[in-house]
């Protein structure tokens, strides 16, 4: 009698899947690569069974797919399955220790996220995308126009006095070869900044209909950022133990480091999402 699948450990790849598959006493049944086309159709032909994959990119989208399915399926943060690789690492290896590590009964797991859900933590991606654009173009125009002895002081709202030089034609102290070209940085500069404003608007417009959203946004020092931020990546708070747990998956607690019965807490660890984490400092400060 061919025995069943139970456990499948999926390696997930850009254009080629690797699949680990085993029995219910552990017997390998399964290891072969799939292309992208080929995995809906692959599992769809399989028995109900458990399916673990890394949350990596893409991971959330195919943990949907997979549970329409049929299938159980769990996620991995990385660091934890890669303990169970076995010497060399390739694609069929992370696969093994993918299926090994998923039916660890100590094993914590990722939640995975609708679509919806990951649509809103796209707004905060690309807002903070365009705000790293924005400083690096502050920092561009600043550094050009303090060669020619123009300098304000520190902060973005600053930045003002420089266009307003840039506009005067009758200031002279920076070169019309240059003029135009940092006209040009300010127009781009305005257009991002108009740019962060809507999705600004975007994120508050769905945060009141976000139950967690309109609660978090009550806690002092919580603003619609970091509330719609919270409400966003933090999809099952139940996962965590404890608050400290929590604060532990973002890296605000110290570094643990100890042998011997002696242990030395250092700095803070910075795991985790660091977004979130920089939210919560602005936030506190």
């Given at each position: 009698m061919k025995e069943v699948i139970t456990t499948i450990?999926?390696?997930?790849?850009?254009?080629?899947?690797?699949?680990?598959?085993?029995?219910?006493?552990?017997?390998?049944?399964?290891?072969?690569?799939?292309?992208?086309?080929?995995?809906?159709?692959?599992?769809?032909?399989?028995?109900?069974c458990l399916v673990g994959m890394e949350a990596c990119a893409t991971a959330h989208y195919w943990g949907r797919e997979l549970s329409r399915l049929g299938h159980e399926v769990r996620l991995i943060a990385p660091a934890y399955a890669k303990a169970y690789v076995r010497r060399n690492k390739n694609d069929a290896a992370d696969a093994a220790a993918i299926c090994e590590a998923v039916s660890r009964p100590g094993m914590r797991f990722v939640a995975i996220k609708t679509a919806a859900q990951q649509a809103a933590g796209?707004?905060?991606?690309?807002?903070?995308?365009?705000?790293?654009?924005?400083?690096?173009l502050i920092n561009q125009l600043r550094g050009l126009m303090a060669e020619f002895?123009?300098?304000?002081?520190?902060g973005p709202q600053h930045v003002k006095d420089l266009l307003a030089v840039l506009a005067d034609p009758a200031d002279a102290r920076v070169p019309e070869l240059?003029?135009?070209?940092?006209?040009?940085?300010?127009?781009?500069l305005g257009d991002l900044?108009?740019?962060?404003?809507?999705?600004?608007?975007?994120?508050?417009?769905?945060g009141r209909g976000n139950a967690t959203y309109r609660h978090?946004?009550?806690?002092?020092?919580?603003?619609?950022?970091?509330?719609?931020?919270?409400?966003?990546?933090?999809?099952?708070?139940s996962t965590f133990r404890s608050g400290r747990d929590f604060s532990a998956s973002l890296g605000l607690v110290p570094r643990q480091e100890g042998t011997g019965g002696k242990l030395r807490l250092g700095s803070i660890s910075k795991r985790g999402n660091g977004y979130l984490r920089r939210l919560l400092v602005n936030g506190a400060m």
């Open positions: 450990g999926l390696d997930l790849g850009k254009k080629v899947f690797q699949v680990h598959g085993v029995d219910a006493v552990g017997g390998v049944r399964v290891r072969r690569s799939l292309r992208r086309s080929q995995v809906l159709g692959w599992f769809g032909k399989q028995p109900a796209g707004l905060h991606r690309v807002r903070d995308l365009l705000q790293k654009q924005r400083t690096m002895g123009i300098v304000v002081a520190g240059l003029r135009g070209p940092l006209l040009g940085l300010a127009q781009v900044e108009r740019r962060v404003a809507t999705l600004e608007r975007q994120i508050v417009a769905w978090l946004i009550t806690v002092p020092g919580y603003g619609p950022i970091l509330a719609g931020a919270f409400a966003a990546f933090v999809v099952e708070p």
